[in-house]
């Protein structure tokens, strides 16, 4: 199956569609099912099922920010309800960027959670990982131009 969607936009991924669209009414019904249930079960509860069923990792430890993130959300019905997302290293399945891809029995380290409102989930943040700041709502490029009023023209609004 070809798919020009790179040149052609979405008119070049057509046919690839309809394949995959084929393809999935042929399939079978499977026995899938969520690794947990984001409405019923608690935080913690949604942390260790991915740590143990996704990860294969033996469970969790929690450190002092996690615990009080953790007791206020869950005293919140609705952020108790939201599932939760996994921030960690990208070179392993454990938080450990030393313990490199699928490593077993390890435990990791929940050292904060957050909410992502307007994604819907709880992002909990695993190991060491470091969190990149946002862009701005206007960012400092828009204050950057050329002076083209003298010979050679200057570059305004760089610091």
């Excluded at 409405?39 to 450190?63: P, S």
């Excluded at 990791?108 to 307007?118: C, F, I, M, W």
Aim: proline share 6%; aromatic share 8%.
């Amino acid at each position: 199956m070809a798919a020009s969607h790179f040149a052609d936009g979405g008119a070049g991924a057509v046919a690839l569609g309809r394949a995959v669209m084929g393809a999935c009414e042929e399939a079978r019904p499977t026995d899938f099912k969520h690794m947990y249930d984001a409405a019923a079960q608690g935080i913690k509860e949604k942390i260790e099922a991915i740590v143990k069923g996704v990860y294969g990792g033996a469970g969790a430890t929690y450190l002092p920010a996690a615990e009080e993130a953790i007791a206020r959300y869950e005293a919140n019905p609705k952020l108790r309800a939201l599932p939760v997302c996994m921030s960690k290293t990208q070179y392993s399945l454990s938080d450990s960027a030393e313990k490199l891809g699928a490593p077993s029995d390890f435990t990791v380290t929940v050292r904060d959670l957050y909410v992502s409102a307007g994604a819907g989930f709880l992002v909990v943040s695993l190991g060491t990982i470091s969190f990149i700041p946002g862009l701005p709502i206007k960012p400092a490029y828009y204050k950057i131009d050329l002076d083209l009023s003298c010979d050679p023209p200057k570059v305004k609004g760089l610091s």
